[in-house]
C-alpha cells in the first residue's frame, strides 16, 4: 500500500529519504519465506520450484515495467504508484478469494517428476 503514497513522498528530499529507506527494507522480505516454503514441498525438486518461483517473479516485475511503460505516456511519473497499488489490490484479492494452496505431498511430488 505504500506504492499509494509514492506522490506524496516525493516531494521533498527527506521525504524521499525516508521513502527509499522503507521501499529497501521491505521490498524483498517476501523472498525468503517464499522459498522457504518451496523447499519444504521437496528437496530433490528444489532447483526446478526455485527455477520456477524466480522466472515467475522476474515475469511479474517485466510485467509491472511493461505496465509502466505504457502508462508513462499518460499520467506523471510521480503518479506512476497509484496503478501499481490497484494491482497489488487485486493480487490481493485474487489471492484471498482463491483459498489455500494445495498441499503438495513428497510422494506426489516424485511421482510427477
Known sequence: M???LSPLMIQSLPTAIVWLM???LLSSTWVIPQQQRLLSYS???SP???GLNSAGVATGVATGSLLAGVLYGWIPAEMLGIPG???LVIAVVLVL???PAPTLKK????ADA
Do not use: K, M, R
Open 2 to 4: 505504500l506504492l499509494a
Open 22 to 24: 522503507l521501499w529497501g
Open 43 to 45: 528437496l530433490e525438486l
Open 48 to 50: 526446478v520450484l526455485l
Open 85 to 87: 497499488a490497484i494491482v
Open 97 to 99: 478469494t482463491t483459498g
Open 107 to 110: 510422494a506426489d511430488a516424485l
